[in-house]
């Protein structure tokens, strides 16, 4: 065996295990950093996407916000809360979790002094309704039915 070609050949794989070894550290790497390891809407203490839309109808959130899957839901005031699930921030300022939603809805004043949004005494039950419709909807895919039986517009 030449000496010569069996380095060639040893350097070879040795580039080709160096090349696997990066695509999949990048691919571990790129995963962790994109993809939720659970889905949030199971992190909202499991609240009830029925009950959600109720609250939101009952509190008038549609008033200064667009709600997908709540005809009624079509205000200007506040920011459109379609495809909430992947917006980074709640109110340009709290990183878009479960918890945080969950305390914004209940006390946006005390987490982000100035805002426009009034407290509008939402109970935690309630919040936690709320929050769970919110990131249901973001999960549907518009003209897909949910269970509230609308589609999305």
């Keep these: 065996m030449n000496w010569h070609m069996f380095n060639n050949f040893t350097a070879a794989l040795i580039a080709l295990g160096l090349l696997m070894f990066g695509v999949v550290l990048g691919d571990y790497y790129w995963r962790d950093s994109y993809e939720p390891a659970v889905d949030p809407i199971w992190q909202t203490g499991h609240g009830d996407v029925q ?85 249901y909807v973001s999960g549907a895919q518009p003209g897909s039915a949910r269970s509230d039986g609308e589609a999305d517009e």
């Design 51 to 135: 009950r959600g839309r109720a609250a939101i109808i009952a509190h008038g959130c549609g008033a200064c916000h667009t709600i997908p899957g709540i005809r009624e839901a079509r205000g200007r005031v506040g920011p459109q809360l379609i495809r909430f699930r992947d917006q980074t921030y709640i109110a340009g300022r709290l990183p878009n979790t479960p918890d945080q939603l969950l305390a914004w809805i209940q006390n946006p004043r005390d987490l982000v002094p100035g805002t426009a949004m009034p407290n509008l005494g939402v109970s935690e039950a309630e919040a936690r309704d709320i929050v769970t419709y919110l990131y």
